[in-house]
């Protein structure tokens, strides 16, 4: 996750970037739709939420797949609104707003078409809408980012239980089967990219200790005698890391070069283009449909003027489509080179959240050590817990650490198994308990228009189990004493989660002090 300089590169045969942004949708206007499209063949269309016949409310996800290679675009439109372009197309996503809709029967049809415009095929499927009438004025849920069951959409992948959320480690060697049960016994889910492997070894160690993989793409690890061993312990697919600012690594499969092409940044620094990280996730989807693609990014998607020199707006959005896990790393406080503060940890989730449309995970590497041999800072525990909890609280729909320390006399390539940072360990494990814990409240529904408040506080809102819970940290340095207004006038009291202490809320309104920058407090609202 640290650049270094690459060994050698690549070039395809065509670089052409045709940079579509991907836009949101709405509703739209009613328009009449061409009899051929009412009777193309949906076989080819698979929409895995929401499901046929469900009830919903509010913002919901939409995605599935498209099994047609030949396509180029996915639209998706609700009864007979505009259509909408989605996020994908071989794996697409995207999110609806449903709040204008009457309660009653509805639909979502979805289609895809080809590089010229000629409609593939065409899939609908009814749904009900009933408005959530228990809620406040001016409340509406939303749902987190891809939908509770996103991961559903492949058979090889993450759970879709509301009590799952990842936590993994970067570029592990995995030597023993000790290492995997260390790993497992402290609640790391995973690790995302086995050094020199995936090997069987490797991969039975995993298996074992019940970790899962993403893995580096391989023509070993995508054929169909490894998919039928392992099953969901390898996870997801990755073929590199830092791609908005790196070239392909060596070694990757032919067929999978195929689809590459690079961009240069400046004199002989390379990367890749986005349109090769589209058609080579792609080509991953044709060859092994029952796992996701997980893309790894870095500054230029998450710092604003990043990257800007060679990058617009449409190759960012482009870097997120081609992705079904998107996942990025700045070392905040401790880079030499882009030093940030710890609320950026918030800042930086919600910027790749946009580029990614709200419609698929988005999973931030933590630097939980100085990383750089010439970092500017040996972050604190509770500089690093924050860090977790801001990009939590930023719509984080995992963690992912960066589990190496090139600082002089603290190096490591195993930090959260090595004796010598046993500290911190002990640390990481407690806090992935209590996060584990609140699981499934992360996993619920956001709930939008229900809390403003004084100061520079990052806040997220979710309504689970019929109760509103707020999770709060600063968004600037030093002490601040919060107040918090809801949507609902009603006294009542606040109970502060993991404090043994509750506030009392006078007509939608109550108060609490944040020591520091390192501060969360996380209430349920009673």
């Known amino acids: 996750m640290v650049s270094e300089k690459p060994q050698r590169y690549f070039k395809s045969k065509s670089a052409t970037d045709l940079r579509p942004k991907y836009q949101g949708g709405g509703l739209g206007a009613v328009r009449t739709q061409p009899r051929s499209e009412l009777v193309l063949d949906d076989t080819t269309i698979v929409i895995n939420q929401p499901a046929s016949?469900?009830?919903?409310?509010?913002?919901?996800?939409?995605?599935?797949?498209?099994?047609?290679?030949?396509?180029?675009?996915?639209?998706?439109?609700?009864?007979?609104g505009t259509y909408a372009t989605t996020a994908g197309t071989l794996a697409w996503a995207h999110v609806l707003n449903l709040n204008a809709l009457s309660n009653g029967s509805h639909s979502i049809t979805v289609r895809s078409k080809n590089s010229g415009g000629v409609v593939l095929a065409t899939k609908t499927i009814p749904f009900t809408y009933t408005a959530n009438t228990s809620l406040p004025a001016g409340v509406t849920?939303?749902?987190?980012?891809?939908?509770?069951?996103?991961?559903?959409?492949w058979s090889n992948s993450y759970s879709t239980?509301?009590?799952?959320?990842?936590?993994?480690?970067?570029?592990?060697?995995?030597?023993?089967?000790?290492?995997?049960?260390?790993?497992?016994?402290?609640?790391v889910t995973g690790i995302i990219h086995l050094w020199d492997g995936p090997t069987a070894a490797q991969m039975d160690r995993c298996r074992v200790s019940g970790l899962q993989v993403k893995g580096m793409v391989s023509d070993y690890i995508i054929s169909p005698s490894f998919s039928a061993t392992y099953g969901n312990t390898l996870s997801a697919y990755i073929f590199g890391d830092e791609l908005d600012t790196l070239p392909a690594p060596a070694g990757l499969p032919a067929w999978l070069m195929a689809g590459y092409a690079y961009g240069v940044i400046a004199g002989n620094d390379y990367y890749t283009l986005p349109t090769a990280m589209r058609d080579m996730s792609n080509l991953i989807r044709e060859r092994d449909a029952t796992r996701p693609?997980?893309?790894?990014?870095?500054?230029?998607?998450?710092?604003?003027?990043?990257?800007?020199?060679?990058?617009?707006?449409?190759d960012r959005y482009m870097y997120a489509a081609a992705s079904d896990i998107v996942s990025f790393d700045w070392y905040y406080i401790v880079d030499p080179y882009n030093t940030g503060y710890v609320w950026d940890a918030y800042n930086a989730m919600?910027?790749?959240?946009?580029?990614?449309?709200?419609?698929?995970?988005?999973?931030?590497?933590?630097?939980?050590?100085?990383?750089?041999?010439?970092?500017?800072?040996?972050?604190?525990?509770?500089?690093?817990g924050i860090m977790i909890w801001s990009s939590i609280i930023g719509g984080a729909r995992g963690i992912h650490y960066f589990n190496h320390n090139f600082y002089p006399g603290k190096e490591s390539q195993h930090v959260l198994i090595d004796p010598y940072?046993?500290?911190?360990?002990?640390?990481?494990?407690?806090?992935?308990?209590?996060?584990?814990?609140?699981?499934?409240?992360?996993n619920s529904r956001f709930a939008d228009g229900y809390l403003t408040h004084s100061g520079t506080i990052n806040h997220m809102v979710k309504y689970y189990g019929g109760k509103f819970y707020i999770f709060a940290a600063p968004g600037a340095a030093g002490s601040q004493n919060i107040t918090f207004t809801l949507a609902s006038t009603a006294t009542t009291t606040a109970t502060v989660i993991d404090e043994s202490r509750?506030?009392?809320?006078?007509?939608?309104?109550?108060?609490?002090?944040?020591?520091?920058?390192?501060?969360?407090?996380?209430?349920?609202i009673e």
Request: glycine share 6%; net charge negative.
């Open 53 to 80: 016949m469900s009830t919903v409310n509010g913002v919901v996800a939409v995605n599935g797949k498209v099994t047609n290679t030949t396509t180029s675009v996915v639209e998706v439109r609700v009864d007979a």
């Open 141 to 153: 849920l939303r749902d987190i980012d891809g939908g509770a069951n996103y991961y559903g959409a």
């Open 161 to 187: 239980s509301p009590s799952f959320f990842p936590f993994t480690v970067w570029a592990e060697t995995l030597a023993s089967q000790t290492d995997a049960n260390n790993y497992a016994n402290i609640g």
């Open 293 to 314: 693609v997980c893309n790894m990014y870095t500054k230029p998607l998450c710092i604003p003027t990043w990257g800007s020199w060679y990058l617009v707006d449409a």
């Open 350 to 384: 919600i910027q790749v959240r946009g580029y990614a449309l709200y419609c698929k995970p988005v999973i931030p590497a933590i630097g939980i050590t100085e990383v750089f041999s010439n970092a500017v800072a040996n972050p604190t525990l509770a500089q690093i």
């Open 421 to 442: 940072y046993t500290t911190l360990r002990n640390y990481i494990h407690v806090l992935q308990d209590r996060i584990s814990v609140l699981a499934p409240v992360i």
């Open 502 to 524: 509750t506030l009392t809320v006078t007509a939608g309104v109550f108060s609490d002090s944040f020591a520091n920058e390192n501060t969360v407090h996380i209430y349920r």
